[in-house]
């Protein structure tokens, strides 16, 4: 039996992905950004983000974000490093992410606390992405419960076509709304903890030399010094977990759109450049 390689991406908004396509041209040269446009076929996605979702598993591409903008998200950087250290080589990345969402609410997972629902998922809303953007409070767990479901319904996709599924690595970009809270700062690494005991117990027989990959946030956000410190100490107390120091990398937030910067989320060109280092932490064991 063939193994499919699994790549899960979650998190927040910079995990969904807000950086402009158009911005790309001021940073990359044509080639490349045309192989980002035309995609990776060995390298499909299947995902949940915000308010748009696949069919599925789709190659790997711009516009696996939103419905609105011609966006791209962390799975284009992931995606081409991959394909460069293991070229032609099949992997499946699970997308399940979401604007402004917290560790500490939505992604709530069930031995973290008592609040946690298992029956809280996205359409106990109408429209799960406008009641995002307006502030509107979920029932906890609902990220975690997309989550579960969508690797759930992704892994038995794989197993009817003959794979045998295994997991690879977690990249997790997320903590930024976290990082607006004391008391979700502060419960921070016992919800992350929670998290990565749930989805290591909930799908144990799948993984196999598993990666949890962590990014640290910019320096917008409140808090944003103790939060990252919370995040390196859990990864440097664990072998297999990794922290991502992103202010270190250099990434930006305030450089685009042009006329008006979107300082919560990376540019362009970081974006990219976080995704690739997403992906050199990846190894096919």
């Not at 892994?155 to 976290?178: F, H, N, R, V």
């Not at 937030?253 to 450049?273: A, F």
Request: with cysteine.
């Amino acid at each position: 039996m063939k193994k499919a390689d699994i790549v899960i991406l979650a998190g927040q908004s910079n995990a969904v992905g807000c950086a402009y396509v158009e911005y790309l041209s001021k940073h990359f040269p044509p080639e490349r950004i045309r192989k980002w446009r035309d995609g990776y076929e060995n390298i499909k996605i299947n995902y949940y983000s915000h308010d748009k979702k696949s069919k599925g598993f789709e190659k790997t591409t711009f516009n696996c974000t939103v419905l609105t903008d011609d966006t791209f998200g962390l799975e284009v950087g992931i995606a081409e490093t991959l394909d460069k250290k293991y070229p032609g080589q099949e992997f499946f990345i699970v997308k399940c992410a979401f604007g402004g969402v917290t560790l500490y609410n939505d992604f709530i997972s069930p031995s973290a606390d008592k609040k946690y629902d298992p029956d809280s998922f996205a359409d106990q809303k109408e429209d799960a992405a406008a009641a995002l953007m307006a502030g509107e409070s979920f029932r906890p767990g609902w990220c975690y419960n997309e989550l579960v479901k969508l690797l759930s319904e992704s892994i038995k996709t794989l197993e009817d076509k003959g794979y045998a599924p295994s997991i690879k690595a977690l990249c997790w970009m997320q903590g930024e709304s976290d990082a607006n809270s004391e008391e979700a700062t502060v419960a921070y690494a016992d919800n992350y903890d929670a998290f990565l005991y749930d989805l290591k117990t909930r799908f144990a027989e799948y993984i196999d030399g598993c990666v949890f990959i962590d990014a640290g946030i910019s320096k917008v956000w409140e808090r944003y010094e103790r939060m990252n410190e919370i995040k390196r100490k859990y990864a440097e107390k664990r072998p297999d977990c990794v922290f991502l120091d992103t202010i270190g990398a250099g990434l930006t937030t305030t450089n685009e759109p042009y006329d008006e910067p979107d300082i919560g989320h990376y540019d362009s060109d970081s974006l990219i450049k976080l995704g690739n280092m997403f992906g050199e932490r990846i190894d096919n064991i």
